[in-house]
């Protein structure tokens, strides 16, 4: 009796102790796959753009504040959004709203405080909401203290902090020319005659924007060393802005006119002759410093939250080579998420063009992931680019289909969800950019895409109080585009996006799964499928067409039978199929359809 009740206290005890052994095993698991997780949150994540003067004002003073970005972090948490993207906040003389930059350590007081970013950053981390911050590198303000400096004499120590240079046939009494035709991407000659030290300096955007050496090492450590304050304050990465401009051909030659088939110099918006840019734009030496800013990013991520910073890169480039050199290599790793601006600004409803685009952007960036976007604060909205004046909802509905059902990182402007509608100003006198100032009538500023969010149909659209002047005019539209009109609409854009990201975070055909294009002799409707190993495939079809149109799936792709499909999400109006040979579309209608 004795020998069997000890036997059964052995058993016992190592019937713990292999209880204890698996819950260690499985809190050990549990650890790293969340370890995992925190890792790649960005691969397939949802980043949200907000511009700040336009989200949300609490005080009253009809500009958009960081207060009122964290009250409505519950939206965008429902929303399904992982990170915000804010443009910058810094102390500026706004100029060009805020990316002329004086302060790259505080907060612009129009927006608060570093108290109240604190809060913002605290609270979305309790949402599991990452707080992006806008690194603007190329120049600076020409109110920063490093330009105040540089532009007091020659010998400052600051001086060579900026491209300053002398002008052609400069004499005692004369400031001469132009050291050469560069241009700034804003209108006119990109050099600026500066009278207290009689040299030209360069900016590549606004005269009040002069543009850094970045051949000068202690800019590198001067950014290395501001990306390092604002991670110590848990931001969860950077957008970089303008990357590819950092450099310029220090031996200053001329870039080369761009002609007509007439041979006649081609002109912009602002009268001036178009250039190639390539004495000024996407110089060898960008990458190294790109590598040299992730080290900095990286270093620091090992020592608290491994790989949960991200670094993208405004990525204006040409082709798809050069979108996968913003990747870098593993020995020398680059951005994350470079923006394929190549699928964004499409900008007409070509379905070859976006097949070549997606295909180029799945199959030539070396696995790495896609960052997709549609919009941003330098463009004009959907309906511009895109819209027909009729089906504006529905062709919303299906280049949103093509952000959020395709692999990789999306990201979307505030108000896409909502179907917002570009509002340029309608007189001169109304413009506030710059831009629009300069290149008015042809070019009417950006004005028109960055009007105040709409909350409500009610006075000043719920952005600010009622009878508040806001920064910009609240748009007539805001009487019924706006969220509350929208929010429990089963029929509205902002229900569709919410389905849609909703589909991205928990099919694992979504969230993992590669692109392969299905139908591409098809010129009317973009067909693809998600599949993913030991997940169940999943269809999308889209039209592009305002006629109706079918699709037969069934011999698209190898393996693919007429099998039955179980709907996922369609458009409201569109029926469900049956089995892959017969899905009906309506006038830019979506089927989205996993194969049961």
Known sequence: MRGTKRVVQCAAMAALMWMTLCTGIGAQQARAQNQASERDWWKNAVIYEIYPRSFQDTNGDGVGDLNGITERLDYLKELGVDAIWLTPIYPSPQVDFGYDISDYRAIDPQYGTMADFGRLVAEANKRHIRVLMDMVMNHTSDQHPWFIQSRSSRTNPYRNWYVWRNGKGETATSKGQPPNNWESIFGHSA??????????????????????????????????????????????????????????????????????????????????????????????????????????????????????????????????????????????????????????????????????????????????????????????????????????????RVLSTVL????????????????????????????????????????????????????????????????????????????????????????????????????????????????????????????????????????????????PQAVDLKAAAEGLKAVHLKTLLKSPEEADPITLDKIALGPFGVYIGELD
């Open 191 to 396: 050099w600026q005659w500066d009278a207290t030290t009689r040299q030209y300096y360069y900016h590549k955007f606004y005269i009040q924007q002069p543009d850094l050496n970045w051949y000068n090492p202690r800019v590198h450590q001067a950014f290395k060393d501001i990306l390092s304050f604002w991670l110590e304050r848990g931001v969860g990465g950077f957008r970089f802005d303008a990357i590819t401009t950092l450099f310029e051909d220090p031996s200053l030659a001329n870039e080369r006119v761009i002609r007509g088939k007439d041979g006649k110099p081609l002109r912009n918006a602002y009268g001036d002759v178009v250039l190639d840019n390539s004495r000024t734009d996407n110089l060898p030496g960008v990458h190294p410093v790109i590598h040299e800013m992730r080290e900095t990013v990286d270093k620091f991520d090992s020592s608290s939250y491994p790989g949960t910073r991200v670094m993208i890169g405004e990525t204006y480039l040409s082709n798809i080579a050069q979108l996968n050199r913003m990747y870098g290599t593993p020995q020398k790793p680059e951005f994350e998420l470079p923006m394929d601006t190549q699928v964004a600004f499409i900008n007409k409803l070509d379905v070859a063009a976006f097949r070549a685009k997606l295909t180029d952007v799945e199959t030539r960036i070396g696995g790495n992931t896609p960052l997709l976007l549609l919009d941003n604060h330098d463009n004009p909205r959907m309906d511009v680019r895109y819209g027909d004046g009729v089906h504006n909802t529905q062709i919303e």
């Open 404 to 547: 959020f059902a395709s692999r990789g990182a999306a990201l979307f402007y505030y108000g896409d969800e909502i179907g917002m509608k570009t509002t340029p100003p309608a007189r001169k006198q109304d413009v506030k950019d710059p831009i629009g100032i300069t290149g008015w009538p042809k070019e009417k500023g950006r004005d028109g895409e960055r009007t105040p969010m709409q909350w409500n149909g009610r006075p000043n659209a719920g952005f600010s109080k009622p009878g508040v002047k806001t920064w910009l005019p609240i748009p007539p539209t805001a009487e019924t585009v706006n969220v509350t009109a929208e929010m429990f609409d089963a029929t509205s854009l902002l229900t569709w996006y919410r389905a849609l990201i909703h589909l991205k975070k928990t099919n694992p055909a979504f969230a993992h799964g590669a692109n392969v294009m299905l139908d591409a002799g098809n010129d009317k409707v973009l067909s693809w499928m998600r599949e993913a190993p030991g997940a169940a495939r999943v269809v999308v079809a889209a039209n592009f067409t305002a006629q």
